[in-house]
């Protein structure tokens, strides 16, 4: 268990539609990351968030977003979805210090769009 | 921006036996990290192994180790004395050490290890 945490575990829903995807961090973890995992993108780096603010940004569609609240808890909303859409999304969070920082990850959100 | 490539989709071997997966990088940074990260079939993301680019020697952790050639931008794994539990996806990834961090993970596609008992 990496004490990152991610609801729900499986969410399908239609196309077209909108979902929020959930991530907590582990005690204490100032940044949280959000990755896809597709069969046709494989795995690919989204979002970084810090302490609230966003940090970096990678390939993330415009229909996707996300923010970081004041408990340090994350959501993803991806709307207007399509097929293609449909993937693993994981969340991984790590500390903040000199150095390098390990990033550990949640068990993921399977979505499926149908 | 850095790419990552694993030329071997799916790999076979005996339980027992050793194994080496490749990994080559493309990138203009000097300091970075590398990583094998492994995926059982729980989807479960784990840390393997860590390499810093500024250092010379290759990190070992137990029966998994790496060759680090930075010249070559080549990255590989070995696993010794492999085991039943070892069967799964193998990705390689890239992080640039400046920044701290921000830019999160590359990884390549992966390579697929399967045991055979």
């Known amino acids: 268990d990496s004490g990152v945490t991610q609801t729900p575990k499986h969410l399908i829903t239609a196309t077209g539609q909108r979902v929020t995807l959930r991530c907590s961090p582990r005690s204490g973890d100032l940044s949280v990351y959000w990755y896809q995992q597709s069969l046709d993108q494989g795995l690919q780096f989204l979002i970084h968030y810090y302490n609230g603010e966003e940090r970096a940004k990678g390939n993330i569609l415009e229909r996707f977003s996300a923010q970081q609240f004041p408990d340090l808890h994350s959501e993803l909303n991806l709307s207007s979805l399509e097929l293609g859409d449909s993937a693993l999304y994981f969340c991984a969070s790590s500390a903040r210090g000199a150095g390098y920082n390990e990033q550990f990850f949640g068990p993921g959100t399977r979505l499926t769009v149908l | 921006a850095q790419t990552v490539t694993q030329s071997q989709p799916e790999m076979s071997v005996q339980e027992a036996e050793t194994v080496t997966l490749s990994c080559t990088y493309d990138t203009s940074e000097s300091n970075y990290y590398l990583f094998w990260y492994k995926q059982p079939p729980s989807r479960q993301m784990i840390l393997v192994i860590r390499?810093?680019?500024?250092?010379?020697q290759n990190a070992t952790e137990n029966r998994f180790s790496v060759n680090f050639q930075k010249a070559a931008k080549s990255f590989s794994l070995k696993i010794s004395d492999s085991q039943l539990g070892d069967t799964a996806m193998y990705f390689c990834a890239f992080m640039k050490r400046t920044g701290g961090g921000a830019d999160g993970l590359t990884f390549g596609k992966g390579t697929h290890l399967i045991i055979q008992p």
């Open positions: 390499q810093e680019a500024y250092k010379q």
